[in-house]
C-alpha cells in the first residue's frame, strides 16, 4: 500500500536572495526575472515519489516582506519540520544573516522531542560567481545546518538534491 507524508518545509533567508525563485524552480520548472513581490505568506506543494511504497508532498512556505524585519511570527513555524535557509553569493550580508534565520527558527519552533527542526543552507545565485565558494562544511556542523548546497535557481542547479537531503533528515527524525 501507498503511504502518503505531507511534510511543511520553511523556506527563509533575506529579501532577494532567490527564495522564490528557488520554489518555482523546484516546483514549477520556472525562472524569472521579475516575480511579483506578494506580501504574506505563499506555499506550494511539491510531490516526490519517494520509493515504491511513499509519496512525500513537501509543503513549501514562502514568505515576501517580513522577511525585511528578519524574524517570522510562531503562527508561520507551527508545525513546520525542515527549514531551506538561503543567502545570496553576491551579498556577504545576506550570509552573515544566516544565522539570525537560524536562531529565529530554532526559537520558535522544534521536534516534539525537543530537537531542533534540520535545516539546509542554500548558497544560491552561484550561476554570477566564477571562484569557488569557501567549503561551508564547518560552518554547517558549528551552526547545526545539516548540509549545503551551491544552488541556481536560474541554472537549476542542486534544488533537488537540496531537498532530497533535508528529507531524508526529516524522515531520520521520524
Ligand atoms: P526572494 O526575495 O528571496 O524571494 O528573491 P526572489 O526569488 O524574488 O529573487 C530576487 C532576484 O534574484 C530576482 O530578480 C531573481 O530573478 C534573482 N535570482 C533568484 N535566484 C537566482 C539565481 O540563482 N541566479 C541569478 N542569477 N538570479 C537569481
Ligand atoms: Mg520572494
Redesign the pocket.
Known amino acids: 500500500m501507498q503511504q502518503e507524508l505531507l511534510f511543511k518545509v520553511l523556506v527563509i533567508?533575506d529579501?532577494?536572495?532567490?527564495?522564490?525563485?528557488?520554489i518555482k524552480r523546484y516546483v514549477h520548472q520556472l525562472?524569472?526575472?521579475?516575480?511579483r513581490?506578494t506580501v504574506g505568506v505563499d506555499f506550494a506543494l511539491k510531490a516526490l515519489q519517494w520509493d515504491d511504497d511513499t509519496v512525500i508532498r513537501l509543503q513549501l512556505w514562502?514568505i515576501?516582506g517580513q522577511?525585511r524585519y528578519g524574524n517570522m511570527t510562531r503562527v508561520y513555524y507551527r508545525e513546520a519540520v525542515g527549514a531551506l535557509v538561503?543567502f545570496d553569493v553576491t551579498r556577504a550580508s545576506t550570509f552573515e544573516a544566516v544565522l539570525k534565520w537560524k536562531d529565529d527558527l530554532d526559537s520558535k519552533v522544534t521536534l516534539n522531542h525537543g530537537k531542533p527542526v534540520p535545516a539546509v543552507l542554500l548558497a544560491?545565485?552561484?550561476?554570477?560567481v566564477t571562484s569557488q565558494q569557501p567549503n561551508l562544511d564547518s560552518f554547517c556542523r558549528e551552526n547545526g545546518f545539516v548540509g549545503w548546497f551551491e544552488?541556481?535557481?536560474?541554472?537549476n542547479t542542486s534544488i533537488e538534491e537540496a531537498a532530497r537531503c533535508l528529507v531524508e533528515h526529516i524522515l531520520n527524525n521520524g
Open positions: 533567508g529579501l532577494g536572495v532567490g527564495k522564490t525563485s528557488i525562472f524569472s526575472q521579475h516575480y513581490a514562502d515576501a522577511e538561503v544560491n545565485k552561484s550561476d554570477q544552488t541556481s535557481a536560474k541554472e
